[in-house]
């Protein structure tokens, strides 16, 4: 999701295929033969917004759409993948990461489609999150080797555009314990913000540099701030209304939006409902993001500097409302010394005092579960269940420790802390220990069948949705997961009558 000069655009789903929105006076769908799909890595970055058109990935090529015409024009061959295109602030270029052969590079191509596209940068094993200066002048992005992942470690770049390119290169912060995040420039160019987790500090800091004087200060610190840069061009800040620096900070789940502006940090109020938001674009128009809460399905919302505006809905309306309000818990596993495990718990909407209970161990070995809204989980919790959504050890969201302690211990911890939440949950009373199901998919599908293995007798069923066999092709660029005629959603339909046999 984007805006830029009035001009807001955002991504919906239609029957599976990513279709590009658009608000001026109405919404409006965009390039309509078009379905986004970036390709490269796990997505992302699929559009961005010039002064006048919209570039956009789709067929893993560049597209470039003028709003003045609406006809598509093909900015890069079929050739590998590209993600997240930049244009230059003159529009006369635009800059992308390039995916070929299982390797990234920094590519730009020419805005008018006329010459083949250029190799900015190379050499890395991964780039990411480009951002151009207000002037053109500068660009900034992240970069990393293996067997670093973005949030390990990476270095952010820094260089100065000539006619041909980046020139004098340096790198201005990151390294190989540092991960760094999100560069930013300033609308006067004066400056680079970045979020960044210095190696051996538990939380964040948000950095700033003065481009004229070389000049670092830190804005922000001991937050967290840092979310796991799976995807492409993910943000947690943005200018916005008054020239102000909106930032996202999150609070055990909880979404905090804090105004920066030359004084102290001022808190502005999510709109009502929300606990969560995503994806910060603004400028002086707006500020632009997705809000959720639990009992607010997503949305497109925009805050003018007084008041949230809702643009789009994600959920049909009463189809998100009506649900239960879920709390945040914290347990120490059985016999261990360490740090608590978190999650969300999720009462049944009946009321019963020790109802049956699912504990869901989510998919990706670095996640959190946030308080944005969750259909899988009020769809337990409508039909009579507990759902406690597990941040296992390894999750992020809880500062540096908590995210290390799953490495080199993958199979281990996080079953370790599924059976430490069978117990929390039979012993403070929320759940019959005698009804207990655990749930998962992808690596959460494997952590099932190992806790039921390794633990007889914790939990009376187990549901793996799909386990990471079905998912190992993921980094060859193949197919993965649940089929075309299948959804995550008929999964976890299937999984409720399942239980009903099984828990009763």
């Not at 390709?39 to 006048?52: E, K, P, S, Y």
């Not at 002086?284 to 809000?291: K, M, S, T």
């Not at 919302?301 to 309306?317: F, L, S």
């Not at 996080?414 to 220990?433: N, T």
Request: charged residues 20%; proline residues 7%.
């Amino acid at each position: 999701m984007r805006s830029r000069g009035g001009h807001l655009f955002w991504v919906e789903q239609e029957a599976g295929a990513s279709r590009l929105f658009g608000w001026a006076d109405a919404a409006l769908r965009y390039a309509p033969e078009h379905e986004l799909e970036p390709g490269a890595r796990n997505g992302g970055g699929t559009f961005n917004l010039g002064a006048d058109e919209v570039f956009y990935v789709a067929a893993g090529r560049v597209w470039k759409l003028p709003f003045a015409t609406l006809e598509p024009v093909a900015l890069t061959p079929e050739f590998g993948t590209a993600v997240d295109p930049q244009p230059s602030p003159d529009g006369s270029r635009v800059v992308f990461v390039h995916h070929i052969e299982g390797g990234d590079v920094l590519a730009a191509a020419d805005a008018a489609g006329e010459r083949w596209p250029q190799i900015w940068a190379q050499g890395a094993d991964f780039y990411m999150q480009p951002a151009w200066s207000p002037d053109g002048n500068h660009i900034a992005w992240v970069e990393g080797d293996q067997p670093n992942i973005p949030w390990d470690g990476g270095r952010l770049m820094l260089a100065r555009v000539g006619p041909q390119g980046p020139v004098e290169v340096r790198r201005v912060a990151g390294g190989r314990r540092t991960p760094v995040f999100q560069p930013l420039f300033s609308p006067d160019g004066r400056s680079l913000f970045w979020i960044e987790n210095p190696e051996g500090a538990e939380l964040d800091r948000l950095v700033r540099l003065d481009l004229e004087s070389g000049q670092t200060t830190v804005w922000v610190e001991d937050a967290m701030l840092l979310e796991p840069a799976w995807n492409q061009a993910q943000r947690v800040m943005s200018f916005g209304p008054g020239g102000a620096l909106f930032l996202r900070e999150n609070r055990e789940g909880r979404a905090t939006l804090w105004r920066l502006a030359g004084g102290a940090p001022e808190e502005v109020a999510l709109p009502q409902g929300a606990a969560w938001i995503s994806s910060l674009s603004g400028d002086a128009h707006g500020l632009a993001a997705l809000a959720s809460g639990p009992n607010l399905g997503e949305r497109v919302v925009v805050y003018d500097g007084e008041k949230w505006i809702t643009r789009a809905y994600g959920w049909p309306a009463g189809l998100d409302s009506g649900g239960v309000e879920p709390e945040v818990v914290s347990f120490q596993p059985q016999g261990e010394g360490g740090a608590k495990v978190y999650g969300l718990y999720y009462p049944p909407a009946s009321g019963e005092e020790l109802p049956p209970a699912v504990v869901s161990v989510r998919s990706g070995s670095i996640y959190q579960r946030t308080l944005s809204f969750n259909p899988q989980a009020q769809l337990f919790a409508a039909n009579g269940y507990g759902y406690l959504d597990l941040d296992y050890h390894g999750s992020t969201g809880y500062g540096r420790s908590y995210r290390e302690s799953r490495s080199g211990q993958w199979g281990t911890v996080d079953v370790a802390d599924a059976v430490a939440a069978a117990r929390f949950l039979a012993e403070s009373g929320r759940a019959d220990g005698r009804r207990l199901a655990i749930l998962g998919g992808n690596n959460g599908g494997d952590t099932v069948p190992m806790t039921l293995a390794l633990h007889p007798g914790v939990y009376r069923a187990g549901v793996s949705l799909y386990g990471s066999p079905q998912n190992y092709k993921v980094y060859s660029g193949e197919d993965h997961g649940p089929k075309k005629s299948e959804t995550v959603e008929d999964y976890y339909s299937e999984a409720l009558e399942f239980l009903r046999r099984e828990l009763g």
